[in-house]
T-cell receptor, first 111, second 112 residues
Framework: QKEVEQNSGPLSVPEGAIASLNCTYS??????FFWYRQYSGKSPELIMS????GDKEDGRFTAQLNKASQYVSLLIRDSQPSDSATYLC???????????FGSGTRLLVRP | DVKVTQSSRYLVKRTGEKVFLECVQD?????MFWYRQDPGLGLRLIYF???????EKGDIPEGYSVSREKKERFSLILESASTNQTSMYLC???????????FGEGSWLTVV
């Protein structure tokens, strides 16, 4: 089992809709969770970090964490074509600084 | 403005050559990482370092080594490049708590 799993997509949503991206992880001891956005040919950029159960909102983005289910998600409200990118879920595992990424979900926002 | 700099953006090397990829950060971060990214496989951790002269293997260390002689610099070494090491290589750094990880712009390596 991979340590961090994401559906590769593509996830296609119309402009203005809510995009929901999901991620599961295998290490129950994980404490830190991140969402990165990566445009084609560019390096990843951090969107959100979340450390405790529940929701964390930042503008149009909401990260949700459920440690019991080992599940973290990212909601993008009012999706824009400029949100079209690959979204990477990342987890710090083993109580160390080892940051492990999922393979990413490609999001396509249709005008 | 925080910065992680990968000096070589595009390289073409021959099979068997020794390759050095250099990464420098100006944030006084303790942790530094090397990943490679391939289509459909996401970012895979090669090595990371949590202090000068300290290193730990990631998920795919075979065929690679690293060097961290100074805090700001973390080098990835391919002792004998092979075609299956053609990839994009990403360097990253973070503070002690690992809460914010910054990436360099990536180094595209082609081994022919």
């Amino acid at each position: 089992q991979k340590e961090v799993e994401q559906n590769s997509g593509p996830l296609s949503v119309p402009e203005g809709a809510i995009a929901s991206l999901n991620c599961t992880y295998s290490d129950r001891g994980s404490q830190s969770f991140f969402w990165y956005r990566q445009y084609s040919g560019k390096s990843p950029e951090l969107i959100m970090s979340i450390y405790s159960n529940g929701d964390k909102e930042d503008g149009r983005f909401t990260a949700q964490l459920n440690k019991a289910s080992q599940y973290v998600s990212l909601l993008i409200r009012d999706s824009q074509p400029s949100d079209s990118a690959t979204y990477l879920c990342a987890v710090i595992v083993d109580s160390s600084y080892k940051l492990i990424f999922g393979s990413g979900t490609r999001l396509l926002v249709r005008p | 403005d925080v910065k992680v700099t990968q000096s070589s953006r595009y390289l073409v090397k021959r099979t068997g050559e020794k390759v050095f990829l250099e990464c420098v950060q100006d944030m006084d971060h303790e942790n530094m990482f090397w990943y490679r990214q391939d289509p459909g496989l996401g970012l895979r951790l090669i090595y990371f370092s949590y202090d000068v002269k300290m290193k730990e293997k990631g998920d795919i260390p075979e065929g690679y080594s690293v060097s961290r002689e100074k805090k700001e610099r973390f080098s990835l070494i391919l002792e004998s490049a092979s075609t299956n090491q053609t990839s994009m290589y990403l360097c990253a750094s973070s503070d002690t708590r690992g809460n914010t990880i910054y990436f360099g712009e990536g180094s595209w390596l082609t081994v022919v």
